[in-house]
């Protein structure tokens, strides 16, 4: 099986219910491959649009097949306003959209 992907939606908004504005980066932790195909740890930023959303198109990091095993994104908030926050996902095999809200933990894995 080769790589699947999935686009990765999410609605940012400021304390006061305002659209947040800033950008999200995405980075693989480490190379992954499968099928014969190399993704690379490059990054893919995702800015907000001017209604606070977030899209952007991950490669999946559980696909059947894929090596290493523990590859994850290293997702940073740069959110105008706060303070970086940074955290790790997996972003999972499947079709249609996936909120990042449902791949966050609870608290920042990065300072």
């Known amino acids: 099986m080769a790589f699947s992907t999935r686009t990765v ?13 800033g950008s999200v980066t995405f980075a693989l932790s480490r190379r992954m491959t499968n099928s014969g195909t ?3 740890p490059s990054e893919v930023v995702g800015s907000l649009n001017a209604s ?41 095999t499947g079709t249609g959209t996936v909120d990042l809200g449902t791949l966050l933990p609870g608290t920042p894995q990065v300072a």
Not at 9 to 21: R, V, Y
């Open 9 to 21: 939606t999410h609605a940012f908004t400021n304390a006061d219910g305002t659209p947040a504005s």
């Open 52 to 92: 606070g959303q977030l899209s952007v198109v991950l490669t999946a990091n559980d696909d059947p097949g894929t090596v290493p095993t523990d590859a994850q994104w290293n997702v940073t908030f740069r959110i105008l306003g706060t303070a970086v926050e940074q955290f790790f996902i997996v972003v999972p």
């Open 38 to 40: 190399t993704v690379m």
